[in-house]
Every structure is written in structure tokens, then in C-alpha cells.
């Protein structure tokens, strides 16, 4: 009998407005205190990982991508993959928006032979996914999931499949977001997400809306035979996942598709509601949405009542990013032993009813978990990870 193929994650790269790589993010989600969330990445220095004539042709989420790809490598030992075995799934919303608002501007004032030819490069949202092939020499499967802020984790998810079928050996999945354009900001101010205090709160009955966070985060995943016979660190191994819809409104949650979203996943991976201990939520800080998201954990878990923690208090929101940089949470919460805080100081809801985590960082006996996200348009995503046992059936 052929043992059954098992994805695990063996690297982690992230670049956002903490710093440059994991231990700057995971120190970012452990801090002491609250603050307002930052936005850009404005200082960010490409140089190390991209030459100065390839960032002259490129857009911030592209080189975004390419470093955090750069470090899941480097964190997971610069394995010898096989090219043809490797594959690249990225995730990414609203692509190269400032540069062709700047482009635009050159249309504008200098005319159309002025227009940079790689501009219809760079603004393909596929960019990202193609240029770290590129950079990397891999020629596997190599594609863009776009499914709102849910893309980071439906990315993760597909490059496991992709490893469960036999189809590759090893894929970096993540996702990215660059500057986002001042109309589409705008466009989420006056749908009235968007924190107008620039404090993102979730869970907390003080809570206005999420502010966005440009960055990348990246997973190296691989099959666990080869991550084995490597004896290379694993942090954990993504053991189910499932996507839905709500079918019910472009940019209101139902809570209904939520709900499928994690009961499929968990049997997906051939587990019980009552075996998982913690979820690391979507929670944004907008009002319906974190409602509509307790509501569901609560309907799944009844009385077993998991940890419930999110990152975007710290974080912010980075859109279709986003479940990219909490899956790489969650991953290092399993090495690490400890579940961090929603907020230091947490008012909570007094409409919901679940087990957040707040105050210091929680320890645990690092066990079954999910990661869940949602996006516009109803789209959610909830991936389950546990830690990595290399004689489990």
C-alpha cells in the first residue's frame, strides 16, 4: 500500500512594516502593547534580493514577493528542489495599481510612446507568481489565486493539494500586496471598513474597521518524506482545507459560508470540532464581520470553546495577504508554544462569545488548529494545521 503524501511547511519569509523576515514579524505579534497599525512599506530596500535594473522595471508587490519568497527559502536551508517538481502559487489584489497610476500620468503628460513597454508585464497580477519562478528557475506549476482577502490562504491550500496529488515535491505559496491605489482606499472609507482611528481592534466593542498593511508572506511547503529525509525543521503540516461562498451579498458576510468553510475543512482533514485548540480568526475589527465570524466559531465548536486569536490588531490587514502572513502565524505558534494576543488591552463585545486571547501571550500544548479567512464577494477559506508527527497515518 502507497503511504499517503503529506505537505508540511519548512520555510517562512515575510516581509511587512515590523521588518524583514519571521523573527521580526512573530516579535511584532508578541509585543507588550497596542499601537496604531502602520501601512507602508515605504523604506523597504529591495537590493539584497532583486538588481537595481529589475526594481527600476518592477512594482512594489512583485518585490515584495520575491523577498519573502527569498527568505522561505533561506529559513528552510536552501534545499536542492527540483525544478520541474516546483511550483510557485501566489496570491494578490488590486497588482501593480501605482504603477499604472504613474504610467498614466507619463500617458498624460508625455504621450503614448512614452509608456513603458513592460508596463503590460507588470500590471499581469500574475506577476508575482511568474517573476519568482523566474528568479528561481521554477518551472512546475506557476499561477495566481485571486479570491479577496481570502487568496493568501486559498494559495497555501492549493499548494498542498498540489503536493497531496503527486503533482509536486515542493511549492512556495503566499501572497502579497503593494501600494494600494488612493481610489480603491477610498472605495473601502465610504463602504466603512476602513478604521478612521488607524486602531485595528478585533473583537473589541471599541472596534471601526481594519487599515491596510503592505507586505508579503511566503511558505515553502514539501512533501514530508523529502522534508524528512533532509532533516529539515518543520514547523507543521497543513492536514485539510475548504473553500465556500456565502451567496449572499458582494461585501456583507452571511456567516452561513463561514461556518462551511470550517466544518468542510475539518473533514477534509478527518477530524472533530472537539480535537481543535485553536483558531487563528480573520478578525478585521469591523463591526458585522468580526460578529458574523464569532457567531460561526461558536455554532462549530459549541462548548469546546478553541483559543481565538488574531493577528490584525498587530498587523493590520494586507488583503489578499492577509492569510498568508496568519498562516505563518499559526505555523510559528505550533513551533513555538505560544498563541499571541489579539490586543494587549481587550474590551470585549459584549455580543460575542468566544475565547479570545488577550493580555500576554498564551502558552499551549501545541495541538490542531485552523486559520480562516473571508473575503468581498463571499469568498472564505479555512486551512487546519497541527504539528508534524513523521509516523502519523
Known sequence: MTARRRAVITGIGTVSAAGIGKEAFWQSLLRDHDLPVAAALSDFDPTPWVSG??????????????????????????????????????????????SIERQMQVLAAEGRDAVSPLLCAIACEDACASQISIRFGFTGPSRLVVAS?????????????????????????????GPVPDVIVASYENLRVRSPSRWVRPFDERRD??????????????????????????????AGWATSNDAFHISKPSGLGIELAMRWA????????????????HGTGTITGDREEAAAIGRVFGPNRPAVTSI??????????AG???????ALSIERGLIPPTATELRLDPGIDVDVVHGEPRPWLPGLSISNSFGLGGHNATIVMRPFAAERR
Do not use: W
Open 53 to 98: 535594473k529589475d526594481i527600476k522595471r518592477s512594482d512594489p508587490y512583485v518585490l515584495f514577493a520575491i523577498a519573502a519568497a527569498s527568505l522561505a527559502l533561506r529559513d528552510a536551508g536552501e534545499p536542492t528542489l527540483e525544478p520541474d517538481r516546483t511550483g510557485v502559487i501566489m496570491g494578490n489584489l488590486y497588482g501593480a495599481g501605482s
Open 209 to 238: 474597521g481594519f487599515e491596510f498593511a503592505e507586505g508579503a508572506a511566503v511558505l515553502l511547503l514539501e512533501e514530508a518524506s523529502q522534508a524528512t529525509a533532509r532533516r529539515a525543521r518543520v514547523y507543521a503540516e497543513i
Open 266 to 281: 475539518l473533514d477534509h482533514a478527518g477530524v472533530s470540532p472537539a480535537e481543535v485548540l485553536q483558531v487563528n480568526a
Open 149 to 177: 482577502c481570502a487568496s493568501g490562504t486559498v494559495a497555501v491550500a492549493d499548494a498542498a493539494a498540489l503536493i497531496m496529488a503527486g503533482t509536486c515535491d515542493a511549492v512556495l505559496a503566499g501572497a502579497t500586496l
Open 324 to 330: 498568508a502572513f496568519e498562516a505563518a502565524a499559526l
Open 312 to 321: 490584525k490588531g498587530r498587523t493590520g490587514h494586507s488583503l489578499a495577504a
